[in-house]
């Protein structure tokens, strides 16, 4: 049989085409921060991950300019052999110091990170934990990693419990949660975690891929609980608030050491570029020096989900900037996009397997830069079609 036999087979893309509703790999002539154009038209976003909206930043653009002339657009080798410069440890020590925690190692990109770090944690003997809603760089670098790999419901931190109560003793536990689940914008029971992690003598691994910026003055789930010394390693990556390209871990120095030395992602990739280094680092100045970013982006959360609940949308447990709007059957979720869309709304349909079947979600995601004009333009445009399709009363 021709193993390509099921890519001339496959045709999902082809029936959404045919339908008129086909909503990715929308190619974007241009990104504002707020707003894009699209074949010449301005359309509000409210889909990306720009939390800070730092992105436009005149600093970030600034330092991310002068990079490229100072050491040019590569590195041309991974870390490992030629491609570690000085501000890759530079901007190391100050994101282990911004997390509170020894070390840090910056990889290429976020998922590489997952990859690379939690696979290199896991061996033969080892047992690892991971939430069912766990991102999926999460779950592939557990898959990568050579141990057992047990699962639990969302959230569900007294099943947790008892599965690790039923683990052998000499077996070697990890435990792998999102800080923020980048689908339903909920932030993990971190106290009650860390106090069964302890228990059971786990270690605890964090992604903070949507929490740095957010949660904690911008410095993480760890800061927003005030638990930073309890969890052991946390995740990051810069193409979120940190308005570049790239991911990073921090924890204590050996763990990260042995990371640095035994991570393929890591070892085998070629070395972040200057450029994105450098805007990483304009982000972090920001974040640090200028605390009225991360407070516009929690008043604009205030008020977009006080407005969807007063229409009467349901948007989940929501508890940060990520605001899923639930519609139900992947047809109709499409259908409500291109609505949304072609009335100037940048939203991200996400249907089964990233949502349970049936509960297909159009995920918007806000930003400290939005304006309330913005904001009452999106509630107003939701509200509208929302009637339409009878999503709400």
């Known amino acids: 049989m021709d193993i390509f036999k099921k890519c001339y087979e ?4 082809k029936q959404a085409m045919e339908k008129g509703y086909y909503p990715y790999f929308q190619p974007l002539d241009a990104s504002e921060g707020t707003e894009v154009t699209l074949n010449g038209r301005r359309i509000l976003m409210i889909g990306s991950n720009n939390y800070l909206g730092l992105t436009t930043h005149p600093k970030v653009v600034e330092a991310a ?27 190391e020590e100050r994101l282990a110091a911004f997390a509170g925690k020894e070390a840090a190692l910056v990889f290429s990109t976020g998922m590489q ?3 690379g770090a939690i696979s290199a944690l896991i061996s033969r003997n080892d047992i690892v934990f ?29 099943q947790l419990e008892r599965m690790l109560a039923k683990t052998p003793e000499d077996k070697g536990k990890l435990v792998v949660v999102d800080g923020v689940f980048s689908m339903g914008g909920d932030i993990i029971d971190l106290p009650k975690l860390v106090s069964v992690c302890k228990k059971y003598e786990a270690r605890l691994y964090v992604d903070d891929a949507h929490a740095f910026g957010v949660l904690g003055g911008g410095r993480g789930t760890a800061h927003h609980f005030n638990l930073v010394d309890d969890v052991d390693i946390t995740m990051g990556t810069f193409s979120k608030s940190f308005a570049s390209l790239g991911g990073f871990v921090v924890g204590d120095k050996e763990v990260i050491n042995y990371i640095k030395h035994t991570a393929r992602s890591f070892i085998f990739s070629a070395s972040l ?3 994105n280094l450098m ?15 991360v407070q ?3 008043e604009n959360t205030k008020y977009i989900t006080e407005g969807f609940k007063k229409l009467g949308f349901n948007i ?5 900037p990520i605001v899923p709007v639930f519609i139900g059957e992947d047809e109709k979720c499409f259908l409500v996009w291109k609505e949304l869309f072609e009335k100037g709304l940048y939203t991200n349909p996400v249907i089964a397997p990233a949502a349970p079947a049936g509960h297909a979600l159009l995920r918007t995601s806000y930003m400290a830069t939005h304006t309330k004009e913005q904001l009452d333009r999106v509630l107003n445009i939701f509200e509208e079609v929302g009637r339409k399709f009878k999503i709400i009363q």
Not at 10 to 13: E, K, M, T
Not at 139 to 155: N, T
Request: some cysteine.
């Open 273 to 275: 570029p200057a450029s």
């Open 65 to 91: 300019k002068n990079a490229v002339e100072k050491y040019g657009p590569s590195c041309t080798g991974s870390r490992f052999l030629n491609g570690t410069l000085k501000i890759h440890q530079e901007l």
């Open 130 to 158: 991971v939430d069912k809603d766990d991102h999926a760089s999460i779950v592939d670098g557990c898959r990568l990693g050579l141990g057992e790999i047990k699962r639990f419901v969302h959230g569900d931190l007294d």
């Open 316 to 320: 989940g447990n929501t508890q940060t």
């Open 113 to 115: 990170a997952n990859l």
């Open 279 to 293: 805007a990483a680092m304009a982000a972090l100045d920001i974040m640090e020096t200028e605390p009225e970013h």
């Open 10 to 13: 496959y045709d999902l893309d």
């Open 296 to 298: 516009r982006l929690w």
